[in-house]
Nanobody, 119 residues
Framework: QVQLEESGGGLVQPGGSLRLSCAAS????????MGWYRQAPGKQRELVAT???????NYAGSVKGRFTISRDNAKNTVYLQMNSLKPEDTAVYYC?????????????WGQGTQVTVSS
């Protein structure tokens, strides 16, 4: 069994910061890319940022320069530092991890953590 446990969401004022964490656990043989996606009410899930095992990153244009994705391979954990938050960043944020588990490779998802940006 594999779990992706997210933490760090909450309510923040515009211009504020939050740091999301996502820790993978279970019978994991290898983690490839990890990433964060988000889904706002009435909208489709969209990519926020991804990071390869070697540290290569990719960001959505709407968050570039404000968000930073990073990972700790020893801890099987990915982070998302979110600065200069805007109301339009309000969404449920989901962690994604592409992993080898029991000799099979697939994508796994966390349960989601709510981020609300409001005054």
């Amino acid at each position: 069994q594999v779990q992706l446990e997210e933490s760090g969401g909450g309510l923040v004022q515009p211009g504020g910061s939050l740091r999301l964490s996502c820790a993978a656990s279970g019978s994991i043989q290898r983690i490839n890319a990890m990433g964060w996606y988000r889904q706002a009410p009435g909208k489709q899930r969209e990519l926020v940022a991804t990071i390869t095992r070697s540290g290569g990153t990719n960001y959505a244009g709407s968050v570039k320069g404000r968000f930073t994705i990073s990972r700790d391979n020893a801890k099987n954990t990915v982070y998302l530092q979110m600065n200069s938050l805007k109301p339009e960043d309000t969404a449920v944020y989901y962690c994604n991890s592409n992993m080898w588990v029991l000799a099979a490779i697939r994508d796994y998802w966390g349960q989601g953590t709510q981020v609300t940006v409001s005054s």
